[in-house]
């Protein structure tokens, strides 16, 4: 597994606005502070201030570094990069990275997504060229089966490696998690049930069907 390789794991998080992203990464943060790692966070969504300046709220809840944009530094690439760098000089442990929050039919900003993998890959300078470990795609349980359509074009222009679902707590609607995983095999990694930070769990699938099927 990536987590038993050298150097750090890099965590690039996606989706789109509203999904509840950049807290996700915040929880993830704290929960890999936790457990004693050395933590980054990269602030990749140039495109909003307000998306900053939120993830340097819950760094500093989290107690972790981040790297922001520089005075006029547009391109997210580019912040990807410079805090690629920094998590293997400085012997980070995890590196997140916040990307802004798109739709998944905007083409331009999907180009972009890929753009930002491929640079860590180069910052990362990997003799087996390794890059970004895990790819997770953040949605919202309350949207149903749009969530399906999202993770359907997300997984095919930039892989996806796992799911965080939102506002998993209480909703009907949670069927379509059943759904995602059945058709796109992609794993759900995390659940987010409420708004504390220990509400972000591990999956546990016997206990959701159970619920489900309750």
């Not at 996606?14 to 933590?39: D, W």
């Not at 059943?178 to 504390?196: A, C, M, Y």
């Amino acid at each position: 597994a990536a987590k038993d390789l050298p150097g750090p794991l890099i965590i690039m998080v996606i989706g789109a606005n509203g999904m509840g992203k950049t807290t996700s990464i915040g929880k993830l943060a704290m929960r890999y502070k936790e457990q004693g790692k050395k933590v980054l966070l990269a602030a990749c969504d140039t495109y909003r201030a307000a998306a900053v300046e939120q993830l340097e709220t819950w760094a500093e809840r989290a107690e972790v570094e981040l790297v922001k944009p520089q005075q006029g530094q547009k391109a997210p690439a580019g912040v990807a990069f410079d805090a690629t760098k920094k998590a293997c000089s400085k012997d980070y442990d995890v590196l997140i990275v916040d990307t802004s929050g798109r739709l998944h039919n905007n083409v331009n900003l999907m180009n972009e997504l890929v753009k930002m993998r491929d640079v860590v890959g180069k910052a990362r300078e990997d003799p087996n060229g390794r890059g970004v470990d895990e790819i997770l795609l953040v949605v919202d349980a309350s949207i149903g089966r749009n969530a399906v359509a999202q993770a359907k074009a997300w997984q095919k222009d930039v892989g996806v490696d796992g799911l965080v679902v939102t506002k998993l707590d209480g909703t009907a609607r949670a069927g379509f998690v059943v759904s995602v995983v059945d058709e796109l095999k992609i794993p759900i990694k995390l659940v987010g049930v409420g708004e504390r930070i220990e509400d972000l769990r591990d999956f546990d699938a016997p206990a959701f069907v159970e619920g489900l099927v309750g």
